[in-house]
């Protein structure tokens, strides 16, 4: 009975660097969440998604950052060229449907970027 | 877009003391979020609620949508339950489809021994 899960735990790039995060939901969900959690502030949302498309990226930066949920593999955070404020702890999280549902967590991405 | 204010933002107590950390919301909501991470940084959902009290072992939660306000209450605190508790709620009410959440800076609680 896995929980979200998401990979790696932690990495660290070197600026200029891009970074791949990813995201496998829960089994039955068709709904993804990420959220970033800047040192010392709060948890903020980036996107959501559905299987194959972008329904919400309006806390997306609007450059370097993008993100995809294909039809078959994990939903996929990419940041291009990372820099040091892209230094973060990355959440994804899951939900079966649309509506007013849970939304399951996973553990996390911790990103340092060198 | 809403915003969550949550008070205290930090609370130490004594092992058995009966904890209560505040959320206030601008906009009304279909629901909201309680939230605990823990300090290696995993976040757990706790509660999802739209009316009156859901209650999980030592755990309460209740919530007013007139007064647009909600209240998580820990009974017989330990330590195990130190965390950050954290409050979030739809970034628009719209109603209907999932919403991406807003989040409170949630409150650092500590229970010492």
């Known amino acids: 009975n896995a929980g979200v899960m998401q990979n790696p735990r932690h990495l660290v790039r070197r600026r200029g660097q891009e970074a791949r995060l990813r995201c496998s939901p829960m089994?039955?969900?068709?709904?993804v969440y990420w959220y970033r959690q800047l040192p010392e502030e709060g948890l903020k949302f980036m996107v959501y998604?559905?299987?194959?498309?972008?329904?919400?990226e309006s806390g997306m930066p609007k450059e370097r950052f993008s993100a995809e949920f294909p039809k078959e593999g994990p939903s996929i955070l990419r940041i291009q060229q990372v820099v040091r404020g892209d230094s973060a702890a990355y959440f994804c999280?899951?939900?079966?449907?649309?509506?007013?549902?849970?939304?399951?967590f996973g553990d996390g991405t911790r990103l340092s970027i060198l | 877009k809403n915003e969550v204010e949550q008070s205290p933002q930090n609370l130490t107590a004594q092992e058995g003391e009966f904890i209560t950390i505040n959320c206030s919301y601008s906009?009304?909501?279909?629901?909201l979020h309680w939230l605990q991470q823990h300090p290696g940084g995993g976040i757990v959902s706790l509660f999802m609620l739209s009316s009156g009290k859901k209650k999980h072992g030592r755990l309460i939660a209740t919530i007013n949508i007139q007064e647009k306000h909600s209240s998580l209450h820990i009974t017989a605190s330990h330590p195990r339950d130190s965390a950050v508790y954290i409050c979030a709620v739809p970034t628009t009410f719209s109603g209907g489809g999932a919403d991406g959440l807003t989040f409170g800076k949630g409150t650092h609680l500590i229970i010492q021994p």
């Open positions: 089994k039955g969900h068709s709904h």
């Open positions: 998604l559905q299987k194959e498309n972008i329904i919400d």
């Open positions: 999280a899951s939900s079966p449907t649309g509506g007013n549902q849970p939304q399951h």
């Open positions: 906009v009304g909501i279909s629901a």
